[in-house]
C-alpha cells in the first residue's frame, strides 16, 4: 500500500485502496489468459448470490482499477505458475496425448470376465493392462490440480489458470464418440454408421463443462467456505450414507459444506426459474461433470484404479465422484433423481474398504489408512482451503 493510499484510508475509509494480493499471487504473479473465461463466471456466480440474497459479491483484481473493496466483495485473483512456458505448454500437450489415447481406444473387453462388476475381483482382467494404465495416469494427474483456493484470512479467491487449462482438456474432450465407439466392434462400423445417417443426432451430441461454467462453480463453492452455512444432508435412514458423513475429517466435512451452499444456491436458481446460457450450464455442471467423471474413469478397472475411483485418496478431500454424486443427491431433495447413483458408489466403496487394508495395492491401502485415521482422531484447525480437486 502506497503512503498516499495509507493516508486516504486513515481519513477516508479501509476500502480507499486496493487490497494486498495474498502470498501466492506475490510470489507467482497473476495470469491473463483466462480473463474473458473469468469475467463470465464472475457475472454468473454475481447473478446466483444478488438472487439468492447472498450478502456477497465477487470482482476481478484487474478490474478494480485501483480502488478498493466494499464490505460485501471478495477479489478474484488468476494466478500464473512457476513452469515456464514451454513446460505449461508440453504439459497441457502430454494431457492431450493421453485423452487421446483414451477416447480413440476401442471398447475390447476379456469375454471371460464380461459379467464381472466393480466389487468382483475378475473385474480386474476386464480390459486390457493398457487401458488401465491410462486412465490411471489420468486419474492421478487430476489428483494433483487445485482449481482454486481461499482461506479465512483473505477476502479473496484465487484461481489457478495452469490447472483450469487441464481441466478443460479433460471434460471438453469429445466423450460421447468415445461412448458410442465402446458399442461397435471397429472404428470403420462406427464411420459407415456415421456416414449413411444410422446413428441418432441425439448419440453424437457431446455433453460438455465450458470452462466458464466450471468457474462460476468453484466461485460460489468458494464463497461457501466464507459463509457459516451448515452441512445438512438429508439421510433417509441409509447406513452407508451415515457411515460416509461419519467418518469424514472435519477438512472433508467443510469441503462438503461448501458444495452444499453450492447446492443451496444453484437449485433455488436452476429450477425454480428458467435458467439459459452460461447460467444453464452451471447448473448443468453438477451432474455433467459426475457423468463425465465416471466415463472418463470407466475402464479404470485394476485394483489400484478402483481405490482411485471410489476411495479418498488426496488429503483434506472426500473422493471426487462421491462428492459430485452427494452434489446430485442434494439436488434431487429438489427435482428427484441421483440416489440410486450414490447408493451404489456407496455400497462398492464399502466393500472396497472392507478389502483394502489387506491388498497388495499400496493405493488401497493408503486410502484405507486415510479411512481409519478419520475414525480414530479427526482432522481439526484452520488451514489454506483449496477448492474442489
Ligand atoms: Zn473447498
Redesign the pocket.
Known sequence: MSFVCLIFAAILSATACPPRPPPLIEALGEARTLRPDAERAIEVANDVLRVAREPFRIVASWQLNGRGLREDELVVYLVGSPLSPRELWEERSKLETLITSITSDLGEINPDASNCGDKDDCVGTLYPETSIKVVMDVLNRQNTWEL???SPECRCIVLMEQHLLLFRIVFGADWARYILLMRYDSKDQLQADLDSGRVPDVLLESKRVPLEAMVAFLLL??V??VTKVPLRIPMRDNADLAAFLDRLSSEQR??LR??SFIVRLLAARCFRQNPTGLLLDTCYTPAVLSMLTFVVGMKGKSKDALCLRYLDTVAG?PNWQGRLLLLGYQYEEVVGKGYSLLTDYLSTRRHLLEKASTSESKVCRDAALRFSANRSSPASGSKV????R
Open positions: 482454486a483456493k481461499t463453492h468458494e461457501g467456505h467443510e469441503e461448501a458444495d478431500y482451503i483449496d477448492g474442489p
